[in-house]
């Protein structure tokens, strides 16, 4: 069992090994590589691809909603649309087209590979690669919450999914709620009532991921060790693997906030005055925290995640997917913070950024400076910032942007200290680098923007990327977002603001380059427990 306490200011520092490096081998020679072979430069021109093998994205709603399943079937290699020398022979296929797959494929059909830059690890015989996240803990400590950003870095990550939440089925069940007594452990009709929503939600959880699941989240208080165990033995019929994520909280403060703030907002509560609900809640609080139970049984994989991640326990997590989690879950907190998102490009690039192959006029890519009019919006955003984030309530500011010019310049007028991210840096346009897009066409085989819009998410730019490959990226930017607890600032160009924007606004991956990026303003997102709040502010 591993104890890990963020409250403590551990030293990162450590000794540094032995120096490896051999002093002889300076002056060895290094072998010419400058001229290369004609028969290697012909392979890397007809081998390289301009569409990676398309893989159907997972789908952020997939953890909210249920219904979908995963396609049955990856699309064929297609041959890359680069004409040089007149050595570029397209097959067949490439000249026919690429019809698109939209359909989910054949439930059945579960050894569908994930998003590049996942691993998708084989299921061993008679034990299936399925992993059932069961949450734990009382009301108000965030569960919910940290489940919803648990759903969804996984699907952002390229694995299939989905959150069962025990209270829509009970409210399903039940329709009217009749007060905080339908908790109470001495009621024996309640409680069976409440059993059977479990019982459904379980049973419903197995069958979903019997039919092409990855990783299923079982979403209830879940507060005794006799339920833990009954889930255990209901999911271990299948052979899945079982790890218990449990939000435990004491801390006063944390627990009047989240009362006062979020579950007042419940559907359960939704009729009701805000002063009845918050007293009907401290009633319904209190029969749960007459039987509760917290985790200590060192048999069983678990993480427990104190006072909204001030420390974190472990115990016997092994697999991939758990590994992932934890490292994950060390970064996840419930506090609220602001994050600013303001996008650098020109105004006509930003303008058409869902629709940039017919609008866009000017040249993709590039490292310019600043026009006069995004000048003008560097200025504005600098006094804005002065105004939102005062130094005297706001001392510390993580402002970031990416390594180009433009992004230095504005994300320099707030006045803070900044950092460059490469992740940050615009989708690479490779060998179109500086290109309008009417002069694709001497760079490209003709028809390629029939072919890029079969699949806007997996078309890449000869020797450039494609969205996926700036998704895959900008996960150290989702990780790290979730790790800060002071506001945070981004500035950058139009396909990473795309994807952050669809992120936390609980998008799917496939939608990011439809997604319309405002020039000229400030978009401000507030994650809270059922969602994020976005606001668009004007400069």
Known sequence: MCIRDRSYPHDLDGASGPNQFDPQHRFQSIPDQTQE???????????????ITPIPPSKITEGLHQGDTLPGAIRGDLNFDLEEDGEFDPSPSSAQGHKRDDSWGDPEDVDVPQLPGTLRFPSLPGRPNKLVVVMVGLPARGKSFIGRKVCRFLVWLGHKTRVFNVGEYRRELEQDYVGAEFFDPNNQQASDRRHRAADLALTDLIGWLKGGGQVALFDATNSTQDRRDWIVQRVHEHKFQVMFLESYCNDKKILENNITKHKIKSADYCHMEVQDAIRDFRV???HYEDQYETITRTDHSWVKIVNAGDQLVVNNIRGYIPGRLVSFLTNVHTSPRALYLVCCDPADRVQTASRWVEG????????????????????????????????????????WCSTSKRSVEMASAIGRTYMTWHALDELDYGICDGLTPAELGTKLQAGWAERRAVDTLHWRFPRGESV???INRLEPIFVECERQKQPVVIVSHVTPMQILLNFFGDGSPASSPDIAVPYGHVLKLLPHCYGCKIETIPL
């Open 468 to 470: 996926v490959d700036v």
């Open 360 to 399: 866009f006029k000017g040249r993709l890519g590039g490292d310019s400076d600043l026009d006069p009019d995004s000048q003008q919006v560097a200025l504005r955003l600098g006094g804005f910032m002065s105004k939102e984030l005062p130094f005297e309530v706001h001392s510390r500011v993580a402002v």
């Open 284 to 286: 319904r609080l209190q």
């Open 37 to 51: 072979k004609p028969e290697r430069r012909r392979h890397r021109r007809t081998c390289s691809h301009d569409y």
